[in-house]
């Protein structure tokens, strides 16, 4: 009887173990799989665009006085206004060109100089070279322009420095250069000789292949060969009568 009882108990014991162990152990479809972490936007970083060059703020300084239509004289120095030019002293309309400064400015004012970025700080003369503008904001290489008094001259177009402006002075310029390079104001333009456009000897009158290339009345301006009998008067002229050597590379063609 007590084998009996004892087997009993056993048998219930490992009934109890094998019901708890079932219920311990989730089935597969009790499993659930943990939500994936979100995942964090992210934005892209915008490519950096090249900027120009930053152009250096204009310097306030005081006007003592006019030198020429094209050159005044400051508290920080002589200035050479940038990308114009104005006849010299003693020809015709310099006086005009003088007058035109004058009449915007006194001792004293005050007048703002800028100088764009990659632009010569002075010229051969030690000139300072910059844009000047009165107080007001009137740009005094552009009045100069527009009045008659300068041509657009000293940038890109004949070797020197570009300027941001040169596009606007050109467009603005009403005066014209003459056969001989100098300025001819609007005022001056029916006292100014103007030479033919065509003729024989035309060509006399330009003692380089330089001074030539700056005629505003339509000469050519070469190549003149001197095998085409046509040219070979002008190629005389500029290879050997001015003695400046127009056929530097002995090619045939004066002014190329």
């Not at 173990?17 to 939500?35: K, L, M, N």
């Not at 050479?80 to 002293?89: K, L, N, Q, V, Y």
């Not at 657009?152 to 040169?166: K, Q």
């Not at 003459?178 to 456009?197: F, H, K, L, M, N």
Request: glycine residues 12%; hydrophobic residues 40%.
């Amino acid at each position: 009887m007590a084998r009996n009882t004892l087997a009993g108990i056993g048998l219930a014991a490992a009934i109890a173990i094998i019901v708890t162990g079932c219920a311990a152990e989730p089935s597969v479809a009790d499993v659930v799989e943990p939500a994936a972490a979100p995942t964090a936007l992210t934005t892209p970083t915008p490519t950096a665009l090249p900027t120009a060059p930053a152009q250096p703020a204009p310097d306030l300084v005081t006007f003592v006085e006019v030198i020429d239509g094209d050159t005044i004289e400051t508290s920080a120095g002589t200035v050479r206004i940038i990308g114009i030019d104005t006849p010299e002293r003693g020809e015709c309309g310099d006086v005009q060109a003088a007058a035109a400064i004058s009449g915007m400015l006194s001792a004293g004012d005050a007048v703002e100089l800028g100088v764009p970025a990659g632009q010569n700080d002075q010229d051969r003369h030690g000139r300072l070279i910059r844009y000047v503008a009165t107080a007001s904001g009137v740009d005094l290489g552009l009045m100069q322009l527009e009045a008659g008094n300068a041509v657009a001259r000293y940038d890109s177009r004949d070797g020197y420095p570009a300027h941001p402006r040169e596009t606007a002075y050109h467009a603005s310029q009403v005066a014209a250069l003459g056969p001989d390079g100098a300025v001819v104001t609007v005022a001056c333009r029916q006292t100014a000789p103007v030479a033919p456009p065509t003729g024989d000897g035309w060509w006399e009158q330009y003692s380089s292949c330089t001074k030539l290339k700056k005629n505003s009345v339509g000469h050519p301006t070469g190549p003149f060969s001197r095998d085409d009998p046509s040219q070979a008067g002008a190629y005389d002229w500029f290879a050997i009568r001015t003695g400046n050597n127009g056929d530097g590379d002995g090619d045939g063609l004066a002014c190329e």
